[in-house]
């Protein structure tokens, strides 16, 4: 299996403009998390899935922030629109049904200019 | 409610010296216990876990057990190298948690020739 796949690596963007994080999971997994982590607050979980189902969002620091999951292969992670504090680095990670090991992808380095 | 406290960094050593990084969890019930590294530009790899009290983890010459008395998991190795370089963070999954990851702040080692 290739892993937890992440695209694109790298994005900037201009503040106001939307973005769009992509994960697609180790096949077979069904949890899924979004990350975010910042020199200043480390890593913060945002939203997981169970089975496609959001679980819990109160990670998600604010309305701008959006997370889908359409099937148990593919999940997407948006701001709308971006600031420039929300330059991170946004990583996915997928458990399989037995757990607990966490599967991370490479990230993707968001800057918001 | 659920936390981890590691060591804060950075952690300077010189090759072959002794590694020792304190982490200790609050949590309740039985969580699984974790050690996740970083290297520079990746995302977070396992390095070891333990799952029920008085486990030692261990992987590439490094090692923690789960110490419920303490509340602890501190990560050790006798001798390290310069290619140990890297970001460390301690982390659980509490009780009927769904798998969610709750890590430390991450403790960063620098090891020197």
């Known amino acids: 299996d290739a892993g937890v796949i992440q695209s694109p690596r790298h994005e900037v963007t201009e503040m106001g403009q939307e973005v769009t994080l992509r994960c697609k999971p180790i096949s077979g997994h069904n949890s899924l998390f979004w990350y975010r982590q910042t020199m200043m607050r480390g890593l913060e979980l945002l939203i997981y899935f169970n089975n496609n189902v959001p679980i819990d969002d109160s990670g998600m620091p604010e309305d701008r922030f959006s997370a889908k999951m359409p099937n148990a292969s593919f999940s997407t992670l948006k701001i709308q629109p971006s600031e420039p504090r929300d330059s991170a680095v946004y990583f996915c990670a997928s458990v399989g049904q037995g757990g607990p090991e966490a599967f991370f992808g490479q990230g993707t380095r968001l800057t918001v200019v | 409610g659920d936390s981890v406290t590691q060591m804060e960094g950075p952690v300077t050593l010189s090759e072959e010296a002794f590694l020792t990084i304190n982490c200790t969890y609050t949590a309740t019930g039985y969580p699984s216990l974790f050690w996740y590294v970083q290297y520079p530009g990746e995302g977070l790899q396992l390095l070891l876990k333990?799952?029920?009290?008085?486990d030692k983890g261990s992987n590439k010459g490094f090692e923690a057990t789960y110490r419920k008395e303490t509340t602890s998991f501190h990560l050790e190795k006798g001798s390290v190298q310069v290619s140990d370089s890297a970001v460390y963070f301690c982390a659980f999954t509490p009780s009927g948690g769904y798998n969610k990851l709750i890590f430390g702040a991450g403790t960063r080692l620098a090891v020197h020739p």
């Open positions: 333990a799952t029920k009290a008085d």
